[in-house]
């Protein structure tokens, strides 16, 4: 599934940061299965970009065609749709229900559109470190067992996107190692593209296009 953005400009980015920007004002065509790293300066836009490409925010000037089609033209059946089908993504706030256990959140996902890695919830949980803990509200996980619980839940979906918003900043290396494996298995199988938004990091992961936000 490609992706482009042709001079769109959020208007909560400041001017300078448009002028300096590889995204903002130009013309961004993200092929179907890249691997792409965003830099994202503070206050350059990083959940911004995140929510526009998930059909979140749609206030902006310019325009964002998926697979040529723009999504002006959207409703929102087609972007209930996308999300259930070919994007996927980790939010920085993470967005989870607190009273529902992990369990519980990553099913309420996993059961619209099911996938064969959503059958085995437990084991990927055990990869994680996290098979003790999906019986327990998410009310009372720390913020990297949250962040866990948000990343099964994100691979258990189909997708031909997966965007990941500063996804490991409550992680250790060791976890974040982890991870991801475990993601980049789920997307090989989906044979699918991710977007990995935050400050220039890029964890390990292969990259085959750097962006500076």
């Known amino acids: 599934m490609q992706l482009r953005l042709q001079n769109v400009q959020p208007p909560n980015i ?7 920007s590889g995204v903002w004002g130009t013309d961004l065509t993200l092929a179907a299965g890249s691997r792409v790293l965003v830099n994202a300066p503070s206050g350059s836009g990083k959940t911004t970009l995140i929510h526009l490409l998930y059909g979140l925010r749609k206030t902006f000037s310019g ?26 993504v980790v939010f920085q706030d993470l967005r989870l229900f607190p009273q529902a256990t992990g369990l519980e959140n990553i099913r309420l996902k996993a059961e619209l ?10 084991g990927m949980a055990r990869r994680l470190g996290m098979d003790d803990k999906l019986d327990r509200p998410v009310s009372t996980l720390s913020q990297g067992e949250r962040q866990r619980i948000a990343l099964l839940r994100a691979m258990c979906q189909p997708f031909d996107w997966l965007l990941l918003d500063e996804p490991f900043s409550h992680l250790d290396e060791t976890n974040i190692g982890y991870a991801r494996a475990l993601l980049m298995e ?12 935050g ?5 390990g992961f292969p990259t085959d296009k750097t962006i500076t936000l």
Do not use: H, M
Not at 199 to 203: I, N, S, V
């Open 14 to 20: 400041p001017p300078d940061r448009v002028r300096q």
């Open 63 to 88: 325009e964002y065609t998926v697979d040529g089609k723009n999504t002006a033209a959207l409703g929102r059946r087609d972007w209930s749709e996308l999300r259930q089908c070919r994007f996927s």
């Open 113 to 122: 559109r099911p996938v064969p890695a959503a059958r085995d919830i437990p």
């Open 186 to 197: 789920r997307i090989e199988e989906e044979k699918a593209g991710f977007l990995l938004a």
């Open 199 to 203: 400050l220039g990091f890029d964890y």
